[in-house]
């Protein structure tokens, strides 16, 4: 993760143990007092899982089956390319296609009465 542009540019540093990476995305509002509440969400390791859909190497077999598109998987991603589009065989056209999704596993079993304890709002002004 270190060697991510994404994580080096992103990341403000290492503070009690936690790695603070930069986000535009999360939520804010104002209050009625007239100040801006921020909300930082800090979740802890393995707070999201990743679903791959298992049978990808099946719905390539068929995509390549009698057809001008090749479609190879690399690490689990399909690359898709089209036959080229000029006379030259030059002006190719690509793609890339993952399918599946990221669950948040539950903590329902732990004895406590939060189901879902990975995660905090650390609300701040």
């Known amino acids: 993760r270190g060697d991510s542009p994404v994580y080096r540019d992103l990341a403000l540093g290492r503070f009690a143990g ?11 509002y104002v ?12 979740s802890g390791a393995d707070v999201l899982i990743k679903g791959p859909f298992e ?6 077999a068929e995509l390549n089956a009698g057809s001008t598109v090749e479609v190879d998987m690399i690490g689990g991603v ?20 993952w399918i599946g999704g990221y669950g948040v596993g539950t903590d329902l079993l732990t004895g406590d009465g939060a189901a879902f304890k990975r995660a905090v709002v650390l609300e701040h002004v």
């Open 55 to 60: 049978r990808m190497g099946n719905l390539v």
């Open 18 to 28: 936690i790695d603070w990476v930069e986000d535009t995305v999360t939520p804010n």
């Open 78 to 97: 399909a690359r898709i390319l089209r036959a080229p589009l000029d006379r030259f065989g030059q002006v190719l056209s690509s793609t890339w296609s």
């Open 31 to 42: 209050n009625p007092g007239g100040l801006t509440v921020f909300q930082p969400i800090v």
